[in-house]
């Protein structure tokens, strides 16, 4: 990653605002009336620039392409977890990036050519996120074993046949791994494994130590967990090092932007709106793309001597606020109390409207909690942590993980919009 600089540099910015200007039909009306000088490129200024949204593409999309059809070479689109999937259009040399910031967030890990990975998400159904893992694997010189999700007999299988040292999870799937384990006398703690590389559920508290899920895991299992956050539009991933001190901002492939909500720059510490600028891409240039994520920055030099900006645990989306008899909850809110129950090992949050157009809430759990001694603590704990206490429905456990971790979805789908 670029050592030179904390957050990318302004001519990289100046340069893709120029090229989607004059390539992307979108941006040549969205930024008809930029016409600047180079030197005419900074901080203050850029704030006068439009956002993009994810609405503007979805509405636009294919005018967002800023190469000839002819030099797309993949075609990746968001999971439609926020609404409808939109299409990100990647050249070769895009994908030649893409391998080179998962290569590089991998060494920041500390993984190195000497190490097999083994992959426990898709790589198929347009997902990015797989794709970059296993460009970022080539590119690393290192060994990959492509299990996908789910399966954990499977997943155990080639564990120990395959003598992995590095999964790449959602660590909610980790802990039904060990769950698993733990009922078919799989001695997993002697496995090769020794750390994970946790994808799309954080696993920190802002202040770093692991939370109640993180906790789970290496309580049980003496292995390295690491934070990522990344979306399908920015194309480009934010990796925690060695250090655990927030995921690392790759000033090569992106500018970032943590805004608040009275539209300033969030300053050290505190929690805004991650806003990227895409830097280097040729397919789907993002100028001041608002992801609707929430989450912590952190601007002071990391221990690990890299000074690039870095961000905490995404706190929760803007788009997914539950609004739930009065009072305002993120769903990482319900999850932390659910991963706080040891005989909690999955679940699954429905929110749909009533009559009245107001939020309900019900959370799916398997039929064993309902009559354990511990249902009585999840429901004081609800109302002590969240001041309000959802509907409860139990399944059958294996029932209730189909409907999570689904055959046609990339994703665990632990909570639903309906």
Request: aromatic fraction near 10%; charged fraction near 20%.
């Amino acid at each position: 990653m670029n050592l030179n600089s904390t957050n990318g540099s302004l001519h990289s910015v100046y340069d893709t605002i120029m090229y989607a200007k004059q390539n992307s039909p979108f941006y040549q009306n969205h930024l008809k009336s930029f016409n600047p000088g180079q030197q005419d490129i900074t901080e203050s200024f850029l704030k006068t620039l439009p956002f993009t949204t994810k609405e503007d593409i979805s509405s636009n999309n294919l005018d967002f392409l800023a190469v000839p059809l002819s030099r797309v070479a993949e075609y990746c689109t968001t999971s439609g977890t926020a609404g409808d999937p939109i299409t990100i259009y990647l050249t070769k040399t895009d994908l030649l990036n893409l391998g080179k910031n998962e290569e590089q967030s991998f060494r920041l890990t500390g993984a190195g050519a000497e190490d097999v990975f083994q992959l426990m998400t898709t790589i198929d159904k347009q997902f990015m996120a797989g794709l970059a893992y296993y460009l970022g694997v080539q590119e690393l010189g290192a060994g990959l074993i492509r299990i996908g999700p789910g399966v954990p007999s499977m997943q155990w299988k080639s564990i120990f046949m395959n003598k992995p040292t590095v999964l790449i999870a959602v660590p909610g799937f980790i802990v039904s791994l060990i769950d698993y384990a733990k009922k078919n006398n799989i001695d997993y703690r002697s496995s090769s494994v020794r750390s994970i590389i946790c994808i799309g559920e954080p696993i920190r508290e802002a202040d770093f130590s692991l939370n109640l899920l993180g906790r789970r895991i290496v309580d049980n299992w003496n292995v390295q967990l690491f934070s990522t956050y990344a979306s399908t539009e920015m194309g480009a991933a934010f990796t925690e090092c060695k250090y655990h001190n927030g995921s690392h901002l790759n000033t090569d492939l992106l500018y970032l932007e943590v805004i608040k909500d009275n539209g300033e720059d969030a300053q050290e510490g505190e929690a805004g709106e991650i806003v990227i600028t895409t830097l280097k891409r040729s397919g789907t240039p993002l100028i001041r793309y608002r992801t609707g994520d929430i989450a912590h920055i952190y601007l002071k030099t990391c221990g690990c001597g890299e000074r690039s900006r870095r961000i905490g645990p995404i706190l929760g989306r803007k788009s997914q606020i539950i609004k739930y008899k009065g009072t305002t909850i993120f769903p990482n809110s319900i999850f932390k109390i659910l991963d706080s129950f040891e005989d909690v090992t999955c679940y699954k949050v429905e929110v749909s409207r009533d009559s009245l157009g107001n939020h309900a809430l019900t959370v799916l759990l398997e039929k064993e909690v309902e009559s354990s001694g511990n249902l009585f603590n999840i429901i004081e704990k609800c109302r002590a942590e969240m001041r309000v206490v959802p509907d409860f429905l139990f399944l059958e456990k294996d029932y209730l993980y189909t409907q999570i971790y689904k055959s046609n979805s990339r994703k665990p789908e632990k909570i639903i919009f309906k």
